[in-house]
């Protein structure tokens, strides 16, 4: 195939050569390359692209199967929690709540699977934890109650107490039971510990400046978990405690001893 073109009055020919396949290639490489360019202007990404980064986020995420919940009548964010094994909070974070007292039934949720408490298994267990069962709650540190249960906290209700404390203060188990949990977030709770009892009941210990338990370690109530901070989200040393009944968080204050 020949191709004649006219260019200030001489006629040129241009025949089936390497160097015509070549021009006809750049031509719509150029053609190509500017397309995808408005779509990334718009903010629209190719689909093999966006495919691509779906499956760099699962990759890097550190739980890569979720499943899908869907509320009910009387459900709360920690009866859901508790009924599938995990925080609250990790309910809250990956669906990004920001009023847990909103959520409404038929609003479907993301459940992560792992990052659970429900699987702790006690490396040492005490020959006596059974007959613990109605073993009272105690205070895991004294100090001032800086914020109160069901208290209003930078648009927030509180679902703990935050007690003042000095860095370095021991925090104690306000219960006998299982570490569940040990968790170091810089954004929130910092450092945390979570302990799992006999009776079901979980109790809860944040802004720790040092861990000095292991997830599955079996404590005794009194004995020392942690030591009190400002790690996370705190502006000071402070510790930030919680009590969960049948999932539910609960005020600490007229069940502590």
Known sequence: MNINLREKGKLRNFSDSKGFGSIVIIFL???LLTGCATNYRTGMY?????????????????TQKFSRYTIKKGDTIWRIAHNHG???DTIIKINN?????????????????????SKATPIRKAPTYTKKLNETFKWPIRGRILYGFD???????NKGIDIQAVNGQAVKASKSGVVALTSDA???????VVLQHDDGSYTWYAYNSRILVRKGDYVRQGQTITEAGSTGRAKHDKLHFKIFLRGEPVNPIPRLR
């Open 97 to 117: 709540i920001k009023n847990v007292d909103n959520i409404k039934p038929g609003q479907r949720l993301i459940i992560p699977a792992g990052n659970t408490v």
């Open 151 to 157: 208290k209003w906290i930078d648009g927030y209700k």
């Open 86 to 88: 995990m925080l609250p």
């Open 186 to 192: 810089p954004d929130g709770w910092g450092k945390v």
């Open 46 to 62: 190719p689909p093999a692209k966006f495919n691509k980064e779906l499956d760099s986020l699962k990759s890097n995420t550190t």
């Open 29 to 31: 490489t150029m053609i």
